[in-house]
């Protein structure tokens, strides 16, 4: 169709030039008796007539071409499959669908778009070649036309392809500090990039804090880098350290980091890593006008040219401010230094291709040399000031959760000191009670034995009276005998001796009464004293936990909280025990221990007015020295004497 339309366009266009030229012989032999100004005019009416039709016709024609041309387009991506591309960065693999006809530049957009980097400068796609080469994708060629490895998906890596001269300077965006970060120690860790054994500790320290946090003893404990790369494998058999002792080592480091955020130890590892001698430097095999073989280093500030043995030390360097010119015929390089009297250095190289990998590379560290030193764009100042104030806001959280921490940690100290009070008051009580049951029983004990020998006094004392009824009967029978003398005097001193040894055992039984009692009173003092020293350790001062003491942002345990209510409930429950203790105690006593003779009951009496005189003393001083913080312990002295009260009187 498109062949017949330009046929018939053709056609068209020579007829109307044959008419024109008609038209024009005709004015011509009517020339000699026409006006000029007829002539004139019928020359323009004939030119536009001429241009309206060409007009109509391309546009016609051009309509007619781009209908076409779309449906053919149409038909085409109908039938044309989408290519699959897979690209790893350092912490992740990401999956693409793109056209055939798609560049290098459109995958690079797609890709920093969806990992949200917006340094694209420093950054661009790896490939493997179909001879096992890596390569740069070059931006402004299509992807297929690239000679990429042919496999499904296609694979590429992201990575940095050129390198900051400061790293604090020039990296604003977190995800590209990252990004370097896990590119350089992977360098370091497969011993592509030299590094002394000192900075590897030091460096994995770094990398430890950036993934773990700060050091926590109760979480990082021994063995937790058991399976963490941390090291080179050079380092590792250079010195012969077990991995025990190196992880010691390296944790020695991390302890010293303690408040560094995961980004900052990111930055520092960078730090110290860009002093490294091959940080950053891309390595090309050369060869001089000798033929010796050398190594070429492009790096950040400039060229390099290495012996073969040495990579770490270079012979001649060419800094990018002494560098004039660089090309390359076929597989020879020219650097051109900026003195004209400096002779040009040239070298060799294997391939072609390696020359335009090395000018691509050189450009683009030059480019980056030189926007340096250049103020930044609107765009840059932006991404900045957008980064200073996401750290400073991250800073304002770390030292809020650093203080919290704190609070924390004091918090969980003073309970572990109160938990460790609570145990020492605790075994205190248990002893002072143990104590105080002691001398309960003994007390118990004594007092059956003053019952036992005030029981054997009255009978010794009513075998004294016998006694001296018996020496009066005596007496009295010797009087009314008749007989001899040395009778009447044998019978006496039977009598007297009689009635001497019964008063001499009714006085030995007193004293043992009398020591009894004093036994009695001591251990009456003991179990007071024993009761005070329970009461001391159960009271509520020893427990009780200040706000000053953990801070404002901590909160008390509620275990060691002590109230009104729950100090009232405690003394009508040792009111309620007393009772029961009382009444058990009444019940328990037998019917016979209660009797007591008359003179005991007298001084029972006695006893009885000057205790309860003492105790009412006692708690009149107390009630007049108490105050609003010792209320609990008074309660429970005044409870406590009114205890012993009972047991005296009992």
């Known amino acids: 169709f498109v062949r017949s339309f330009v046929r018939v366009f053709v056609f ?48 016609l024609l051009k309509n007619s071409l781009n209908s076409l041309i779309e449906k053919d387009i149409m038909s085409i991506l109908k039938h044309v499959r989408p290519v699959n591309v897979r690209v790893t960065t350092m912490d992740a ?6 056209h055939p006809n798609t560049t290098g530049q459109q995958l690079y957009e797609q890709v920093v778009k969806t990992i949200g980097l917006r340094e694209l400068w420093y950054f661009g796609l790896k490939y493997t070649d179909n001879k096992g080469l890596s390569s740069w994708l070059q931006m402004k060629k299509k992807v297929l036309h690239q000679d990429v490895k042919k496999e499904t998906p296609l694979q590429f890596k992201f990575r940095a392809k050129f390198y900051p001269e400061d790293v604090a300077e020039e990296l604003i965006q977190d995800i590209t500090i990252r990004l370097f970060y896990l590119q350089v120690r992977e360098a370091i860790l497969t011993e592509e990039c030299y590094c002394p054994p000192e900075t590897s500790l030091l460096l994995a320290s770094y990398a430890i804090q950036s993934k773990y946090g ?26 012969r350290f077990s991995r025990e002792e190196w992880e010691d080592r390296i944790v020695e480091w991390y302890k010293e980091h303690r408040g560094l955020l995961r980004e900052d130890s990111m930055l520092e590892y960078l730090k110290i890593t860009q002093d490294l001698e091959m940080y950053g430097v891309n390595y090309f095999e050369i060869k001089n006008k000798k033929g010796s073989q050398l190594w070429l280093g492009v790096d950040a500030l400039g060229l390099n040219i290495y012996s073969f043995e040495d990579r770490l030390t270079p012979k001649i360097g060419f800094p990018w401010s002494e560098i004039r010119n660089i090309s390359f015929h076929n597989k020879k390089f ?14 060799y190289s294997s391939r072609l291709r390696i020359n335009k990998r090395i000018l691509s590379l050189c450009m683009g560290n030059h480019e980056l040399y030189q926007r340096r030193r250049r103020p930044d764009t609107i765009d840059v100042k932006q991404m900045k000031a957008e980064a200073q104030d996401m750290r400073a806001v991250r800073q304002a959280e770390r030292l809020r959760l650093i203080r919290e921490v704190q609070a924390r940690m004091l918090a969980e100290r003073k309970r572990a000191e109160l938990e460790k009070r609570l145990k020492e008051y605790e075994q205190q009580a248990a002893q002072a009670m143990e104590a105080l049951a002691k001398s309960e029983a003994v007390a118990k004990e004594l007092e059956e034995k003053v019952a036992r020998v005030e029981a054997e006094a009255a009978k010794r004392e009513q075998m004294r009276l016998d006694a001296e009824r018996l020496k009066r009967e005596a007496e009295l029978k010797v009087q009314g005998m008749e007989g001899a003398d040395g009778e009447k005097q044998r019978i006496l001193l039977e009598a007297r001796e009689q009635a001497s040894a019964l008063s001499q055992q009714a006085d030995a039984a007193e004293v043992e009464a009398q020591q009894l009692q004093a036994q009695l009173k001591a251990a009456k003092k003991k179990q007071v004293e024993d009761a005070k020293a329970l009461m001391s350790a159960t009271a509520p001062s020893n427990f009780s936990l200040n706000v000053e003491d953990v801070g404002e942002n901590a909160e008390p345990h509620r275990n060691f909280e002590i109230t009104k209510e729950s100090m009232a409930k405690s003394n009508d429950q040792i009111r309620k025990m007393l009772e029961v203790g009382i009444l058990s105690q009444k019940q328990t006593q037998p019917q016979k221990e209660r009797k007591k003779n008359n003179n005991k009951q007298i001084q029972t009496s006695k006893r009885k007015k000057y205790f309860f005189l003492l105790c009412f003393l006692d708690d009149v001083f107390l009630f007049s020295c108490v105050s609003q ?13 009114w205890i012993l009260l009972v047991i005296q009187i009992n």
């Open 334 to 347: 020219i650097i051109k230094p900026i003195e004209k009297q400096a002779p040009d250095f040239s070298f």
């Open 214 to 239: 700060d050091f926590n003893p109760s979480v990082h404990k021994d063995g937790f880098l058991r399976h963490e790369k941390l090291l080179p494998p050079r380092v590792l058999e250079q010195h």
């Open 93 to 98: 693999e990401l999956e693409f669908a793109i």
């Open 12 to 59: 068209l266009l020579i007829l109307l030039f044959v008419v024109v030229a008609a038209v024009c012989l005709f004015v011509c032999l009517l020339s000699h008796t026409l006006t000029p100004l007829f002539l004139s005019f019928l020359c323009v009416n004939v030119q536009s007539l001429i241009l309206v039709v060409s007009i109509q016709t391309l546009t």
């Open 629 to 641: 913080q010792n209320l609990f312990i008074t309660n429970r002295i005044l409870v406590l004497n």
